[in-house]
């Protein structure tokens, strides 16, 4: 078994992963850093995954506080400044 890498973001593992040959090629002369950009993207695609479940898990109170809202109106709206 492989050691982890430590970073000051915490450890690295090594992954082995298939891509494009010309994609790959076209991203080195690019300058572009695949370790990088793809733990840049998986975090975005978590992120969003969580905000998802979220979303999903909240719901109901969600569709709850939107209808009383179109019930009730917004507490204060006559006290507005803007």
Not at 5 to 15: D, E, I, L, N, V
Not at 44 to 72: D, G, P, T, V
Request: zero cysteines; aromatic letters at 4%; charged letters at 45%.
């Amino acid at each position: 078994m492989r050691k982890a890498k430590q970073t000051r973001a915490g450890y690295k593992r090594a992954a082995n992963l298939s891509i494009d040959a010309d994609l790959l090629a076209s991203a080195k002369e690019a300058g572009i850093n695949l370790s990088a950009t793809l733990e840049d993207r998986l975090r975005e695609l978590l992120r969003e995954r969580e905000r998802e479940k979220w979303k999903a898990e909240n719901r109901a109170a969600i569709e709850e506080y939107n209808e009383r809202i179109r019930r009730e109106g917004v507490i204060r709206v006559g006290r507005r400044r803007f």
